[in-house]
């Protein structure tokens, strides 16, 4: 018997590999980097999170925890500004002094304890920066933030070096494995890079060797400052996606100056923020820009160099990452949301455990809308993300009976956390299948990701022995007996009142989605919400494949090419979208720019999707009635200029109303029943939200 707790018990023989590690032998192998050894190739990418700023970086150390037990191979932080005209925003989290140094110490320790390697992201943000101390190149001011940087002199460049040598060296003294100096994405060191930002004539302008000077010099001299047994991942730009961004040539220049002068690891980088093509959507296919690491990494063994190379973007599933692994495509995958949604992907590909994983369906709902609205990042698959001290699910002292009625997103996940703590849960709904209003949103194209969120749930119910109850649909009084019942009943479609509505060429967005009922070849629909563009996408695609599957038509589609045929990898024609299937008309009561409420970060896409598929989007207008013609429709208040919109098909995506009768009769018979999801409140309503109140309700139920 083992009495101490720090010995491991030796085997008496071999043990048999891990499931995992036949399946994904690249994945999992370790990378020996000479004076360390990463233990797989899972380099979980930077993102910030709203957990660097502030001097408490004690919920950032548990966040990173259950990554490192997780098994993560390297941990790569948020971005951390080297001095303040580096911020990204005001006061945002910098490392420039031993005191700050001091106060990384809990993440390290954190990270260290759980077996896991880190390193920090130094980030200037350069000309990006959301306030007015910013400082760039040249005086140009970038089409996303509304502050002019100044530019900087010859001696502020020399300043800004110092600052990158400095943070790398609090790093060290943190107790980080290493730092990645964030060169890409058009930040302060890109900004050097490209001739549309540096109109300098100095030492750091001009021709590229001038031009890359910057990096190229901050490299050799942090490498000198941190001593050769210290991690140096550089993150270069593989592809801007800017018009005038830079050449193949360039970028190969640079890959191989920095691989050869101070990184023992290159990172890839797609796009800068400014970019107007998408770059990690979830319409984006997985692994769309592996190819761009890959040429790279044919340049790199032309030349003889061997510093591993990471690719990046849309790497969401271990066959994936192996896949590009296997290809040849790098040596390392960066996964960034992915280990966001699931804290444990690696220990579960380890595990061959695959299926159990809680992808990613590239929302950015919950993380990167997050931090442009300035809240701290989450997870809508996973809501415990960045908030692991305090949503926690703890085992029951006292088992309770719980009814949880719908599995839809907020039902299913009420119930597997409720049932996970140890109650007994039954799970009822009335349709067929678990998932609710998923279903549809399951068939548009480019959301074909919520296929993994439904089978991630149903593989929940199996784990945590829910019991499911499907074709049921439920009345008060079939409830008696039970300890709670959790009403999660989910919305039904607004009714817009509009004369001549039930003419039989008008259709909801059920009928089109979930019965697939024929729509014609001229559609009007009615509002203009998350649903109806969805709508609008799915009807102008008709029967085409969906570009998310298929990686040539998405790259043509969005105009990207070869950055070896032109500069920034921007087809100088530009996009080139599938004629659409049908003719679609977009409306809505409101003036202004239609899908003004999409997500933040996602919005953009959805609108400039429907402009190449030629969605006529119309605002302002009242509903007349809906006739033979089509629909009528007015503007202003004057009811003025009566249009007819002809049209086959109207299809109505008016908005939700929550479905909460099972509630009001449960109240009326003198149950407390608790109300989640859109049988609480449908207004703006949508999956992050059903799932966070779901999982806050059952982890204290
Ligand atoms: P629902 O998903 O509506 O589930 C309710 C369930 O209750 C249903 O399965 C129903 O059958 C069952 N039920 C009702 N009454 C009874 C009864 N009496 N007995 C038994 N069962 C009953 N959200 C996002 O966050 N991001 C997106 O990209 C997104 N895209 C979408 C695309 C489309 C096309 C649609 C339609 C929705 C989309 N949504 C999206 C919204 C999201 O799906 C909903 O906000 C979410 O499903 C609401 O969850 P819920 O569990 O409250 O309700
Ligand atoms: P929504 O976003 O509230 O949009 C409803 C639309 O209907 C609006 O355009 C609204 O515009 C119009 N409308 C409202 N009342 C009307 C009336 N009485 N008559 C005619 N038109 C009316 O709702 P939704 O599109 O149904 O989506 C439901 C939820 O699912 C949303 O909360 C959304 O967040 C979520 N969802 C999210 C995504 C996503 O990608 N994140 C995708 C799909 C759905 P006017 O009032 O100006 O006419
Ligand atoms: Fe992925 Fe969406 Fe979660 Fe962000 S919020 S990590 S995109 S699933």
Known sequence: MYSSATTAPVPFAPMPPAPGAALYSHLLAPLDLGFTTIKNRVLMGSMHT????????????????????????????????????????????????????????????????????????????????????????????????????????????????????????????????????????????????????????????????????????????????????????????????????????????????????????????????????????????????????????????????????????????????????????????????????????????????????????????????????????????????????????????????????????????????????????????????????????????????????????????????????LNQRVQAADLAGFDEVIVATGVEPRDPKIPGQDHPKVLSYIDVLRHGRPVGERVAIIGAGGIGFDVAEFLTHGDHPSTTLDLPAWKAEWGITDPAAARGGLVPTGPRATPPARQVTLLQRKKGKLGAGLGKTTGWIHRTTLKMKEVQMVSGVNYERIADEGLLVSYGDKREDPTWIACDTVVLCAGQVPLFSLAQDLEAAGHKPHRIGGALEAGELDAKRAIDQAARLAARL
């Open 50 to 469: 709203g957990l660097e700023d502030g001097r408490d970086l004690s919920r950032m150390a548990a966040y990173f925890r259950e990554r490192a037990e997780g098994d993560v191979g390297l941990i790569v932080t948020g971005g951390f500004a080297p001095n303040i005209a580096g911020w990204a925003k005001p006061f945002a989290g910098t490392l420039a002094t031993s005191g700050a140094a001091k106060r990384h110490r809990v993440v390290t320790d954190a990270v260290h304890g759980a077996g896991g390697k880190i390193a920090l992201q130094i980030l200037h943000t350069g000309r990006y920066a959301y306030h007015p101390l910013a400082v760039a190149p040249s005086r140009l001011q970038s089409p996303i933030s509304p502050f002019t940087p100044f530019a900087l002199s010859a001696r502020g460049v020399e300043r800004q070096i110092r600052a990158f040598v400095n943070c790398a060296v609090k790093a060290r003294e943190a107790g980080y494995d290493g730092v990645e100096v964030m060169g890409s994405e058009g930040y302060f060191i890109n900004q050097f890079l490209s001739q549309t930002t540096n109109l300098r004539t100095d030492a750091w302008g001009g021709d590229y060797s001038h031009r890359m000077r910057l990096p190229v010099e901050i490299l050799a001299r942090m490498r000198e400052a941190v001593g050769p047994d210290f991690i140096i991942i550089y993150r270069l730009s593989m592809i801007d996606l800017v018009p005038g961004g830079s050449a193949w040539d360039e970028i190969v220049t640079l890959g191989k100056a920095v691989a050869t002068g101070g990184a023992n690891i290159v990172n890839t980088g797609i796009g800068w923020h400014e970019a107007r093509v998408p770059t990690i959507a979830t319409s984006v296919p997985r692994a769309a820009f592996a190819w761009v690491t890959q040429k790279m990494k044919a340049e790199f063994a032309a030349a003889g160099i061997a510093t591993p190379l990471v690719t990046s973007n849309r790497i969401n599933t271990p066959e994936v990452a192996e896949q590009v692994l296997a290809d040849g495509c790098a040596d390392m995958v960066s996964m960034a949301r992915p280990l966001l949604a699931d804290a444990a992907f690696v220990k579960k590909a380890v595990e061959g455990r695959a299926d159990r994983i809680n992808t990613c369906i590239a929302c950015n709902q919950a993380c990167l809308d997050h931090v442009f609205q300035n809240k701290t990042s989450s997870c809508l698959v996973n809501p415990r993300a960045c908030h692991e001290t305090e949503l926690v699910y703890r085992p029951v002292s006292s088992r309770k009976r719980v009814a949880v009625v719908g599995a839809g997103p907020a039902g299913l996940t009420a119930a597997t956390v409720a049932a996970e703590r140890g109650h007994e849960v039954h799970l009822f709904d009335a349709a067929p299948a678990i998932g609710g209003q998923l279903n549809m949103a399951k068939v548009v194209p480019g959301k074909e990701e919520f296929h993994e969120m439904l089978r991630y749930l149903a593989t929940r119910v199996e784990d945590t022995g829910v019991q499911l109850h």
